[in-house]
């Protein structure tokens, strides 16, 4: 069943009707390249040999595949789409959720818990505990990771069209500047570094340099 949800990119299988087309090959999932993603990327994401993706396909130059073309992925205990249809919460939407929690801080002005002085919160604080799995909000590229200051071990993606989110109090990073992440990817576990008043994660949406309330967006 898996199988068949992520090949189709099904957020809710109560949503499927009678008579709706659906595909899904006699071996693996189907994987659909978005613009400047590797096999590498790919093969990184489901946790699958490359070697393995390329005979399964036939491909001849595994540096030549394209943007908007299917491959085969071989069977693979990862898969991030069962975590798209959790984290979308059924609903199909721009981002999804990093991670389930409550939100504990809100996006906007407020007191900063640990150093007690007025200012504008540029993302939500989500309460979960350390060692939380963090998973890509949207599909895009890892351009940073490291220490943020304030923010502790932090993690930022790119997105289509100047969208950026940023995760941050991480405790490990699990992904590589540089790398294409698929939604609902494992890309690091939470944590409580920087300033922090206790294990949470901060996540936030930037459309170029302005943030963004991540509510506006999130399922």
């Known amino acids: 069943m898996g199988q ?15 008579g709706q087309v659906l595909r899904t090959p006699a071996k693996g999932i189907l994987h659909l390249v978005k613009a400047g993603q ?29 943007a908007g073309e299917e491959l085969v992925i071989p069977p693979s205990v990862v ?25 504990v801080s809100p996006f906007g002005w407020r007191t900063h818990p640990v150093l007690g002085y007025r200012h ?22 890892v351009v940073f990771t490291g220490d943020q200051e304030g923010y502790g071990t932090y993690v930022a993606i790119e997105h289509e069209d100047g969208y950026i989110t940023g995760y941050g109090h991480l405790s490990k990073v699990l992904v590589r500047k540089g ?30 340099p302005f943030a963004i309330d991540p509510a506006r967006y999130l399922p």
């Open 4 to 18: 068949l949800e992520a090949s189709n990119r099904i957020f809710d299988p109560s949503s499927i009707q009678p």
């Open 38 to 66: 590797t096999l590498a990327d790919i093969a990184a994401t489901y946790a699958v040999p490359l070697k393995e993706i390329v005979s399964l396909n036939q491909i001849a130059d595994p540096s030549m595949i394209r």
């Open 79 to 103: 898969s991030p789409w069962a975590s798209v249809m959790h984290l979308s919460k059924g609903v199909e939407s721009r981002f999804i959720w990093p991670l389930l929690g409550d939100v």
């Open 120 to 141: 504008e919160h540029n993302g939500i604080d989500i309460d979960v505990q350390e060692g939380t799995t963090v998973h890509a909000a949207s599909y895009g590229r």
């Open 179 to 208: 790398q294409f992440v698929e939604a609902g990817q494992a890309i690091a576990l939470s944590g409580n570094s920087g300033i922090s008043n206790g294990p949470h994660l901060h996540f936030e949406i930037r459309n170029g």
